[in-house]
């Protein structure tokens, strides 16, 4: 099972989870194969070229999928031709956090703030072609 992402993380944590289980369940052992970088997109790649024999099983995000072949023109591998699905695992939902003591309460304070003074809000992101990376236009 090719994870696309370093160990460690959600993404590889639900690898490791649904490996077992395939494991417990097929009689053969699934070994996790950390597939790191780009997003997620060096990982997906590696799926994409595996052999169509079926032993080889990636497990993809909405980042890698959906977002990556949006803003990359070359990417070396094609969802719709090169990837099959076979069962959605998980859905995570995006959540916008601040401290308690933060003067935003809502998401309507943090854009009144970004608007009145640009680029003074900052936040975490897991990198260019994530699930987060529109949010970057969102700023300010």
Same mark, same amino acid.
């Given at each position: 099972?090719?994870?696309?992402?370093?160990?460690?993380?959600?993404?590889?944590?639900?690898?490791?989870? &649904? /490996?077992?289980? *395939?494991?417990?369940?097929?009689?053969?052992? $699934?070994?996790? !194969?950390?597939?790191?970088? @780009?997003?997620?997109?060096?990982?997906?790649?590696?799926?994409?070229?595996?052999?169509?024999?079926?032993?080889?099983?990636?497990?993809?995000?909405?980042?890698?999928?959906? &977002? /990556?072949?949006? *803003?990359?023109?070359?990417?070396?591998?094609? $969802?719709?031709? !090169?990837?099959?699905?076979? @069962?959605?695992?998980?859905?995570?939902?995006?959540?916008?956090?601040?401290?308690?003591?933060?003067?935003?309460?809502?998401?309507?304070?943090?854009?009144?703030?970004?608007?009145?003074?640009?680029?003074?809000?900052?936040?975490?992101?897991?990198?260019?072609?994530?699930?987060?990376?529109?949010?970057?236009?969102?700023?300010?």
């Amino acid at each position: 099972m090719i994870t696309p992402f370093p160990p460690g993380g959600g993404t590889d944590y639900l690898a490791r989870t &649904v /490996a077992n289980k *395939l494991t417990e369940f097929s009689k053969w052992t $699934v070994v996790v !194969d950390n597939r790191a970088g @780009a997003g997620g997109t060096i990982g997906i790649a590696e799926a994409a070229k595996a052999s169509a024999l079926g032993y080889d099983v990636v497990m993809g995000q909405l980042d890698n999928l959906a &977002v /990556a072949p949006l *803003l990359y023109k070359n990417l070396p591998y094609d $969802v719709q031709r !090169d990837l099959q699905p076979v @069962a959605l695992v998980a859905d995570s939902p995006i959540i916008l956090l601040t401290a308690s003591s933060s003067p935003y309460q809502s998401l309507a304070d943090v854009v009144a703030a970004a608007k009145a003074v640009p680029d003074s809000i900052t936040f975490a992101t897991a990198g260019s072609g994530t699930v987060s990376h529109p949010l970057r236009s969102c700023s300010g």
